[in-house]
């Protein structure tokens, strides 16, 4: 035991007897930790994402020889009940339909400053606190849920109203309350008047927005109206549904009720999970995520030991003369081989917990998660598991790249070096 304490002491006094090269040390650690966090971030919600649940699934059922989807809306009742038409049949526990709406507050169609740009889910407003992802696992008792709760209710009351995501509406220059006009880039010759009567939780939802599908649908009729002909995409204006079941089995009935339905055959209808059906869409982004994965963390890693690795062997290399004093005073080499190693250690775990665990914190309850945009998820919270993953990276890579010094140091004959004393 009193060993032990010994070498723990040697550890800590020799880690800062050059705090210059400790401290490089700690902060190329730091760095290096920081990026193989943030790419751990990104894959790891991309990897929850995507993994399938055998329990509480979402669908989402989407026209199926086209992309973009667009089905009409008519299709709406009929998918909401799953296609069931008998009460032996499979009906899902809830729904919700989208359609996408993308307009400008310059009307101006030339216009490209996006700061102006609005991409909206059109949707049953009562559907974003039990359909909307992460939003239907809010605690009632939490001030996001009530606050959100809140601004649902207004949409509810007034047909005009909007919720956007809090970056969004900074971009705009707006705040709740404020009223502005949205001119559509794909509902051509459609413009909407809205009022601002709330915001999403800051995190995933802070590029989105959401407003009344009847209001999308007024002024479709008004169009129509006012033109003497249908709108181009009144009978496209659906872009998927999302629909809830509660077990595997029940998804393949419901999806087989839906595949037989001769009312969604034209245009036909496909159904998915919702893990596969994002899955499909990050299919464009394989080449990026697998660079990611098996090429910049492993790169990273392989720098993190080689900068450690330089720096303990310097340190190896002037303290020739003290290892072999301390094999003259009876340490043997092991205890020597673990002094080395604890150094680096030390170093390791000190600097990959901090960078880790300051990232999680400062990403979280500062930028309110990671922006980095891929399709539909503008952020990332990083994980919990990051903080672990952070320190044993920094552990793992410090005991890889001290291994070759520690041996070198434990190693040294004591006959040679007090040979070179003159």
């Not at 995190?203 to 169009?223: C, I, V």
């Not at 059906?277 to 720098?303: S, V």
Request: charged share 20%; aromatic share 10%; net charge neutral.
């Amino acid at each position: 035991m009193g060993l032990t304490l010994r070498l723990a002491w040697l550890v800590l006094d020799n880690t800062f007897r050059n705090p210059l090269r400790t401290l490089l040390t700690a902060l190329g650690t730091v760095a290096l930790v920081l990026v193989v966090t943030l790419v751990y971030t990104v894959l790891d919600n991309l990897d929850r994402i995507t993994t399938e649940k055998s329990a509480n699934l979402k669908l989402i059922a989407t026209e199926k020889w086209q992309i973009p989807s667009q089905l009409p809306y008519r299709y709406v009742a009929g998918l909401a009940q799953g296609a069931a038409k008998s009460e032996t049949d499979t009906r899902p526990t809830d729904y919700m339909s989208w359609a996408f709406f993308l307009g400008s507050l310059e009307a101006d169609q030339s216009s490209r400053d996006f700061n102006s740009f609005i991409f909206a889910f059109v949707m049953e407003p009562e559907k974003v606190l039990t359909m909307m992802d992460e939003l239907d696992e809010l605690s009632p008792d939490s001030s996001d849920y009530k606050n959100l709760a809140a601004a649902v209710e207004k949409l509810k009351q007034n047909k005009q109203g909007i919720i956007l995501g809090q970056s969004r509406m900074k971009k705009l220059n707006k705040k709740v309350g404020d009223r502005f006009k949205l001119y559509s880039r794909n509902y051509k010759d459609i413009s909407l008047e809205f009022e601002i009567v709330g915001t999403f939780p800051q995190g995933r939802y802070d590029e989105s927005t959401t407003f009344r599908r009847d209001y999308l649908n007024s002024a479709l009729d008004q169009y129509q109206r006012d033109k003497g002909k249908a709108h181009p995409l009144a009978d496209k204006s659906l872009n998927l549904v999302w629909l809830r079941v509660p077990t595997r089995d029940a998804f393949n009935e419901v999806a087989n009720q839906i595949a037989e339905a001769p009312e969604f055959s034209a245009p036909a209808v496909k159904v998915e999970t919702a893990s596969s059906g994002i899955g499909n869409f990050l299919e464009g982004y394989r080449d990026l995520l697998w660079g990611a994965r098996f090429l910049l963390a492993p790169a990273c890693m392989a720098t993190l030991a080689l900068v450690i690795a330089n720096s303990i062997s310097i340190s190896v290399r002037e303290r020739q003369q003290e290892f072999a004093v301390m094999k003259v005073l009876g340490f043997q080499p092991y205890q020597i081989l673990l002094l080395v190693l604890g150094e680096a250690l030390f170093v390791g775990v000190v600097a990959g917990f901090f960078s880790a665990t300051a990232t999680y914190a400062f990403i979280n309850f500062g930028l309110g998660g990671l922006p980095f945009k891929i399709g539909f998820l503008p952020t990332f919270d990083v994980p919990v598991s990051a903080i672990l993953v952070g320190t044993f990276m920094g552990a793992g890579t410090a005991l890889l790249g001290s291994l070759i010094p520690a041996w070198s140091a434990c190693s040294v004959k004591v006959s040679e070096i007090f040979s070179r004393v003159t």
